[in-house]
């Protein structure tokens, strides 16, 4: 429990986000961490990601990488998005997933459905590539106005 002195008639609610237009966007990827699965067998690349310009900027959205897991298909399908990130950012060997923070990539967002909530919809990272040189490459890191 927490003691709050707050007064919700000063304050507009927040009408939540839209989702995002399928579509290919420049982001960076601004935090990582190694999670544990819920299972607690397995560990997951959790990767939070800030798109960089237009209508969405500073938009975040997050993928997660299997790479220790039971399920061998997941963990290969990990280590190839993991291996198009590391080419798409310019870092073939990283040794730590902080190396792969605050360089521009394209990624290519998609819609599913949300499982966690039945008749709801999600964002959902479909692929990634090296910044082209079109209109989705006028943003750089310097560009993204960071939350924190």
């Given at each position: 429990?927490?003691?709050?002195?707050?007064?919700?008639?000063?304050?507009?609610?927040?009408?939540?986000?839209?989702?995002?237009?399928?579509?290919?966007?420049?982001?960076?990827?601004?935090?990582?961490?190694?999670?544990?699965?819920?299972?607690?067998?397995?560990?997951?690349?959790?990767?939070?990601?800030?798109?960089?310009?237009?209508?969405?900027?500073?938009?975040?959205?997050?993928?997660?990488?299997?790479?220790?897991n039971k399920n061998e298909q997941a963990?290969?399908?990990?280590?190839?998005?993991?291996?198009?990130?590391?080419?798409?950012?310019?870092?073939?060997?990283?040794?730590?997933?902080?190396e792969l923070h605050n360089k521009p990539?394209?990624?290519?967002?998609?819609?599913?459905?949300?499982?966690?909530?039945?008749?709801?919809?999600?964002?959902?990272?479909?692929?990634?590539?090296?910044?082209?040189?079109?209109?989705?490459?006028?943003?750089?890191?310097?560009?993204?106005?960071?939350?924190?």
């Open positions: 429990m927490a003691t709050l002195n707050f007064d919700a008639n000063t304050v507009e609610p927040n009408a939540g986000f839209a989702l995002i237009p399928k579509g290919e966007y420049t982001a960076i990827i601004s935090s990582s961490e190694v999670k544990k699965t819920a299972a607690g067998d397995g560990e997951y690349l959790s990767l939070k990601f800030q798109i960089c310009s237009g209508e969405f900027q500073n938009r975040t959205l997050f993928a997660n990488l299997n790479l220790v963990v290969a399908i990990a280590r190839g998005d993991l291996s198009a990130i590391c080419r798409s950012v310019g870092v073939l060997t990283p040794k730590d997933s902080s990539l394209t990624i290519s967002i998609g819609i599913k459905a949300d499982n966690r909530t039945p008749g709801e919809m999600q964002n959902v990272i479909k692929g990634y590539k090296a910044r082209s040189a079109g209109p989705a490459a006028a943003a750089t890191p310097g560009d993204v106005k960071t939350p924190w």
